[in-house]
């Protein structure tokens, strides 16, 4: 029992400190997070898809006329938190198709020529920091074995 408790604090540990601060593969070693930056470039980049309160478009989960998929929700209802820091990263600062391979076609653009790594990070945290605690933790975790394996 008592291992099993240090690996929850151990794991709880890892999701405060994630969800505050990360650093991604590239890019310059990221900082304390400016959570109030983030949530004003958050409302100034990616609202007018994702939604002022994170809630994504509606209907996301069918694709639209083009055959492409809404803009997801950035709330625990959607499934960002699914993904890695890195990947998460990856995905703000090149866009999707450029990410995802196979010639998958997406409307999610980069904002790397538009907003510094450093940035990006501020909006990643500042999503993040909405998250559940539940949901902060299963996504410290996917960061923690992605980073492992590299």
């Known amino acids: 029992m008592l291992i099993g408790s240090a690996a929850v604090l151990a794991i709880a540990g ?9 650093a991604p593969d590239e890019g310059p070693p990221a900082g304390p997070a400016d959570l109030a930056r983030g949530e004003r ?3 100034e980049a990616c609202a007018s898809c994702h939604g002022a ?6 209907n996301w989960r069918e694709p639209g006329p083009d055959g ?16 890695s820091d ?8 090149k866009g999707t198709a450029a990410v995802v391979d ?6 999610m653009p980069g904002f790397g020529d538009t907003y510094s790594d450093a940035e990006i990070r501020d909006i990643l945290a500042y999503i993040k920091s909405t998250w559940p605690e539940e949901q902060r933790t299963v996504q410290a975790e996917i960061t923690a074995q992605d980073q492992a394996v590299r």
């Open 53 to 58: 309160n994170l809630e994504g478009a509606a």
């Open 14 to 22: 890892i999701a405060a400190a994630a969800w505050v601060s990360f």
């Open 102 to 107: 196979d010639g998958y076609q997406s409307n």
């Open 41 to 43: 470039l958050y409302a």
């Open 86 to 93: 890195r990947l998460l990263f990856e995905i703000t600062k």
């Open 68 to 83: 492409r998929y809404p803009a997801p929700p950035h709330d625990e209802t959607g499934h960002t938190w699914h993904h």
